[in-house]
């Protein structure tokens, strides 16, 4: 998920003073707290030191002087935006760009461009050995580039910037981090039960829907089951019993829309959609009753989670902005990327690889009385495998940003390359991670690459904003939630692998993720 900034004084209009809704004062009931290892990082209350994967200085590589350039001003940064967009694709743009410059550091321009970002400049890295830098808070700053060389209005979540786009040295970082490590550790035992009933939820109406018309579109079942999952297991509140209804997914999606037009490829007729959400940004106004309801259904669910922020420091209309932003916008939007993906990957790997799944996962929950939990998915290393295999390969945060502090040396395989400070630094994770110098049959789903020795390949798994061998602390910007998506990222195959012996789909495309459409199910057989 992308970054921006840049607001229209015209569009002022009044999310900062979103009132408190009429219902009545959350519960302040309180969880227990006990650490584990499945959700998040054991001691997540002392800031670790940050992590040094870029290479030290002075390099004994060349330096090379970085190619390309940024062309005018405004034709360059349109003329990249088109090709970007529509000539050339995301992919191919920087592949053809590699190729110009036979070089995987370089510069270009970064949508959305003018009229929306000031600066669009900035500093490519497309290979395992420089991308890191993006992750190490002592070279780079991470201050307002959640979503790249803009960031969205503020009006869009209540007039406060939230933890997403905050650096680490800003006060409010570390116990806004905090808040999310609380919640994540008092709901843990929530997690597995409510995970089973809201995907139970999901695949009996997959059957149902596979019955009446003979295919299912994933994508639909999954958004009502993604965030009923959420707010069942983290908030004790099924959204079907309060006045939101099942319109949750509904609003999420088109909030974000509002977060993130001027980065996204709706399908819109070329220059419609150019001169429209990549030129300039929707009207805040226009989504403010849709936030509000979401941000009604939070406060009246959080209660012990307001009273947490309280103690820490942080005002109730604070948190559950924060709130709001990291189940809707981070949690919620990252699976509902990140399992359509899955499937895909899965559904295309074919029968023989559900057949091993099938049986390793069932033998384990056998022998664990029936039961799914995080000891016994531990003892299933194909499953585990393929989890991280589909975060390889396709990450669900592909783009990343940081702002260099000093001038810095920074390495690629083959040159080193000097920059200054300020400079803007741009990583497309997908290419770092799919990098051919790190891992053999880079651009293949291996669905055991990380089975036995393959386990030392995980550092280079990055879809966490850092590698997968590191935990988050409050003094870093790696996802709060890393080990928590990891979690129900294995359910998922769990669950999916425990009802069925295979299934097969048709993929097509979507502004987020994949568009996956369920052709048949087989229900399991042993």
């Not at 030290?56 to 005018?72: A, V």
């Not at 000539?87 to 009229?115: H, L």
Request: glycine residues 8%; contains cysteine.
């Amino acid at each position: 998920m992308a970054s921006s900034s840049l607001a229209f004084p015209a569009l002022q209009t009044q999310f900062q003073s979103l009132k408190k809704p009429s219902s009545p004062k959350p519960s302040t009931r309180r969880f227990s707290v006990r650490p584990i290892r499945a959700s998040i990082s054991e001691n997540p209350s002392v800031p670790g030191p940050p992590a040094t994967v870029s290479p030290s200085e002075p390099t004994k590589l060349p330096i090379r002087k970085i190619p390309g350039d940024h062309g005018l001003p405004l034709i360059g940064p349109f003329k990249d935006r088109l090709d970007y967009f529509y000539n050339q694709g995301r992919d191919e743009y920087f592949k053809s760009k590699i190729q110009k410059y036979r070089s995987t550091v370089f510069r270009a321009n970064m949508p959305p461009g003018p009229f929306i970002a000031p600066n669009p400049q900035v500093v490519v890295l497309l290979d395992g050995k420089s991308f890191p830098v993006l992750f190490d808070v002592t070279k780079v700053e991470k201050k307002d580039l959640f979503t790249g060389t803009f960031m969205p209005s503020t009006e869009l979540t209540g007039g406060y910037r939230v933890l997403s786009y905050l650096d680490p040295s800003e006060p409010k970082h570390a116990k806004l981090k905090q808040l999310m490590f609380y919640l994540l550790k008092s709901r843990r035992d929530h997690v597995i039960p409510e995970f089973n009933a809201s995907y139970t939820e999901l695949f009996t109406s997959l059957e149902k829907n596979l019955a009446l018309g003979g295919k299912a579109s994933f994508g639909e079942a999954n958004d009502q089951a993604a965030f009923n999952f959420l707010a069942r297991s983290w908030f004790g509140t099924d959204p079907a019993e309060t006045t939101l209804g099942l319109d949750g997914p509904g609003l999420v999606a088109k909030w974000v829309l509002f977060n993130l037009g001027p980065v996204l490829k709706l399908g819109l007729p070329k220059y419609l959609e150019d001169l429209t959400i990549h030129s300039f940004r929707l009207p805040p106004s226009l989504i403010k009753k849709s936030y509000q309801r979401l941000y009604d259904f939070f406060y009246a669910s959080s209660g012990f989670l307001l009273d947490e922020a309280e103690n820490l420091g942080i005002s109730r209309e604070e948190a559950c902005h924060n709130l709001l932003f990291t189940t809707c916008f981070n949690s919620f939007g990252g699976m509902r990327i990140l399992f359509p993906n899955m499937m895909k990957w899965l559904g295309r790997a074919g029968t023989k690889l559900h057949a091993r799944l099938a049986e390793e996962i069932r033998s384990v929950v056998r022998s664990n009385d029936g039961s799914i939990t995080m000891r016994g998915m531990e003892e299933m290393p194909l499953m585990k495998s393929v989890v991280y295999e589909a975060l390889r390969i396709e990450p669900p945060v592909s783009l990343q940003f940081g702002r260099a502090k000093r001038d810095l040396i920074i390495e690629s395989h083959d040159a080193a390359f000097e920059v200054k400070e300020g400079e803007m630094l741009f990583g497309f994770q997908p290419f770092a991670t799919k990098d051919p110098k790190i891992f053999t049959q880079a651009e293949e789903f291996v669905a055991d690459r990380f089975m036995g020795e393959g386990e030392k390949m995980l550092e280079h798994v990055l879809w966490s904003n850092g590698p997968e061998t590191e935990e988050p602390t409050l003094g870093n910007k790696q996802c709060a939630g890393k080990d928590f998506v990891v979690l129900v990222s294995r359910l998922f195959v769990v669950e999916l692998f425990l009802r069925y012996d295979s299934f097969e789909i048709e993929v097509g495309t979507s502004p987020l993720g994949a568009a996956v459409t369920v052709t048949s199910l087989r229900r399991a057989s042993f």
